[in-house]
């Protein structure tokens, strides 16, 4: 009997998060992607909590602007930068990471003050990983597509997932 009922609620997790990941797709790439610059604002605002990190420690950094993309460089003059653009912006990491905390049993209570805390958490490891990058980048270049590629991303899936096993572990109502 206890078997039926986790087999019944593994489905209903992967139904209610199906559905909501579709519907999430559907409203980025119909809505949010075409009518707004959600994106755009979105990486500037990662390129300026890192600039803004930088100047703590006294590390002169710069922004450019383009048409669909920022750019932050390391010491003025430097051209060596970072682009941070649509796929960077951890936008459809928050969206994979609120799927699994809405569908997921738990209480709404709870839903409402870990939800907001777990996407300023990955924005902050978003914003870190980018100022490892411009620093990779400025120092050396040759490892940045290594980084880029495969160490920051599992740094910032491992993050994600640790938000999940505690959401999982210590907030859920499921036995």
Same mark, same amino acid.
């Given at each position: 009997?206890?078997?039926?009922?986790?087999?019944?609620?593994?489905?209903?997790?992967?139904?209610?998060?199906?559905?909501?990941?579709?519907?999430?797709?559907?409203?980025?790439?119909?809505?949010?992607?075409?009518?707004?610059?959600?994106?755009?604002?979105?990486?500037?605002?990662?390129? @300026?909590?890192? $600039?803004?990190?930088?100047?703590?420690?006294?590390? $002169?950094?710069?922004? @450019?602007?383009?048409?669909?993309?920022?750019?932050?460089?390391?010491? @003025?003059?430097?051209?060596?930068?970072?682009?941070?653009?649509?796929?960077?912006?951890?936008?459809?990491?928050?969206?994979?990471?609120?799927?699994?905390?809405?569908?997921?049993?738990?209480?709404?209570?709870?839903?409402?003050?870990?939800?907001?805390?777990?996407?300023?958490? +990955?924005?902050?490891?978003?914003?870190?990983?980018?100022?490892?990058?411009?620093?990779?980048?400025?120092?050396?270049?040759?490892?940045?597509?290594?980084?880029?590629?495969?160490?920051?991303?599992? +740094?910032?899936?491992? @993050?994600?997932?640790?938000?999940?096993?505690?959401?999982?572990?210590?907030?859920?109502?499921?036995?």
């Amino acid at each position: 009997m206890l078997d039926q009922i986790r087999k019944n609620r593994i489905i209903q997790f992967l139904v209610v998060a199906g559905l909501l990941y579709t519907a999430w797709l559907l409203l980025y790439y119909l809505l949010i992607k075409t009518q707004t610059n959600w994106d755009y604002g979105l990486n500037y605002n990662i390129v @300026a909590l890192a $600039e803004s990190f930088f100047s703590i420690f006294g590390v $002169e950094t710069s922004i @450019a602007t383009e048409s669909d993309h920022v750019v932050l460089y390391l010491d @003025a003059g430097n051209f060596r930068g970072i682009w941070v653009g649509d796929e960077c912006n951890g936008f459809k990491l928050f969206s994979i990471f609120s799927v699994f905390i809405i569908a997921y049993p738990g209480k709404i209570k709870h839903k409402l003050w870990y939800l907001p805390l777990g996407l300023i958490i +990955i924005h902050f490891v978003n914003v870190l990983r980018i100022m490892a990058l411009v620093m990779i980048n400025n120092y050396y270049p040759r490892y940045l597509d290594f980084n880029h590629l495969y160490t920051f991303t599992i +740094i910032v899936y491992a @993050a994600i997932f640790v938000l999940w096993y505690i959401w999982a572990k210590k907030y859920s109502n499921n036995e």
